[in-house]
Structures are given as C-alpha cells and as structure tokens.
T-cell receptor, first 114, second 113 residues
Framework: NAGVTQTPKFRILKIGQSMTLQCAQD?????MYWYRQDPGMGLKLIYY???????DKGEVPNGYNVSRSTTEDFPLRLELAAPSQTSVYFC?????????????FGPGTRLTVT | AQKITQTQPGMFVQEKEAVTLDCTYD???????LFWYKQPSSGEMIFLIY??????QNATEGRYSLNFQKARKSANLVISASQLGDSAMYFC??????????FGTGTRLLVSP
C-alpha cells in the first residue's frame, strides 16, 4: 500500500494563479481531510469529506475548494493564489470503522505564493 | 476559543533521560479523543499515541505513554529513555465532533548526547 500520496511536493505560484493539489489514498478510507500548516504553527483544517460526493468546511476554508468524486481522490483547488496561502498542505485519511479514528497523513506539499 | 494548549515552545533533554511534554485541552463534549503526533525535520506527521475520553487506563506505546488526567483536562506525553532520533516537533491534538482534529501549536524537543 502506498498510503496517502500527494503531488506535487513543492510548488511556487505567482499571485492570482490557480492550481490543484492532488491527494489520493489506497486504503479505502471513507474520511479524507486537508490541513495547512503555517510556519511554527500546528495544522488547521481546511476542508474534509466523509465520503464520495460529501464535503464540508473546516476552520480555514476561504480561498479553497474541494471535490470528492471517488473514495480514493480528494483534490484541493486554489483559485486565486494569495501570499497568505503560502504554507505546507497536508492531506489525511481515516477509516470509518475504527475506534481510534487515527488519521494517516500524506508527506505534504510545500506551496509558496509570490 | 483555544481547544488545545501546548505551553512549552521548546524542551531540552539528555539522551537516555525521560521527558514530559505538556498538553491541556478544552471541551464540554463527553466523548473525545486525544492524539500525539511527531513531526521530524523531514516534515511528515507520525502518529504516536491515542487516548479515548472513556479509557480508564493511560495509553502506552513502547517508550511513549500518555498521562491522562481527565479532571484537569490534561494529556501529557511522556517519552522514556530519550534517543537522538526523538528530536522533532510534537503536536497534541483533540478529536472533536465528527472526526475533526484540532492541533496545538507544538513543542520542539531537542535531545542532546
């Protein structure tokens, strides 16, 4: 199993550009999440999904969009990049039937907006 | 409102000694979960240990144990016999509501030889 994979690993965007951060998991997990981690801070939840076709906002959703058409994929879209979106983005997933609900994290995407 | 508080921005410990990383939380939900994650300099998030709010005993995983004091709303991580490879950022997190994790700001641990 590859677990949770994210592409790209690094990206530099100019202000106003758009991009999609890709996230895929091969563990058949129902729940998937996007977090951002600003320098020296903990992770903050952007969006999450409890299954294909169902998404909801987290703590910091402004400037982002998500979709979940399959169980495996959960892409994050930035429409008009701003310097405030410079951060490390983590995707995570967790299983439905699990008492612990441990979240399994991808390796992260480091995004710089200049 | 701050849900998770880690008051130690940095901690130092000598190899082979034990260290305690503090975490306090705030919730009125009777059902919640507490997690500790390790983030080495390479950046990935590594799950260390979990404590459920109804668990009677403190969780242990190898050299890691969680000192859970429910009445004080604290969930401190204890690392016994520190190793150089334990140098990393450590994050406490609480699972509130439907699966969402709220993270603290982290504690940087440095283990010296």
């Amino acid at each position: 199993n590859a677990g949770v994979t994210q592409t790209p690993k690094f990206r530099i965007l100019k202000i106003g550009q758009s991009m999609t951060l890709q996230c895929a998991q091969d563990m058949n997990h129902n729940y998937m999440y996007w977090y951002r981690q600003d320098p020296g801070m903990g992770l903050k939840l952007i969006y999450y999904s409890v299954g294909a076709g169902i998404t909801d906002k987290g703590e910091v959703p402004n400037g982002y969009n998500v979709s979940r058409s399959t169980t495996e994929d959960f892409p994050l879209r930035l429409e008009l990049a701003a310097p405030s979106q410079t951060s490390v983005y983590f995707c995570a997933s967790s299983p439905l039937a699990d008492a612990v609900y441990e979240q399994y994290f991808g390796p992260g995407t480091r995004l710089t907006v200049t | 409102a701050q849900k998770i508080t880690q008051t130690q921005p940095g901690m130092f410990v000598q190899e082979k000694e034990a260290v305690t990383l503090d975490c306090t939380y705030d919730t009125s939900d009777p059902s919640y979960g507490l997690f500790w994650y390790k983030q080495p300099s390479s950046g990935e998030m590594i799950f260390l240990i979990y404590q459920g709010s109804y668990d009677q005993q403190n969780a242990t995983e190898g050299r890691y144990s969680l000192n859970f004091q429910k009445a004080r709303k604290s969930a401190n991580l204890v690392i016994s016999a520190s190793q150089l490879g334990d140098s990393a950022m450590y994050f406490c997190a609480i699972r509130l509501g439907f699966q969402k994790l709220v993270f603290g700001t982290g504690t940087r641990l440095l283990v010296s030889p």
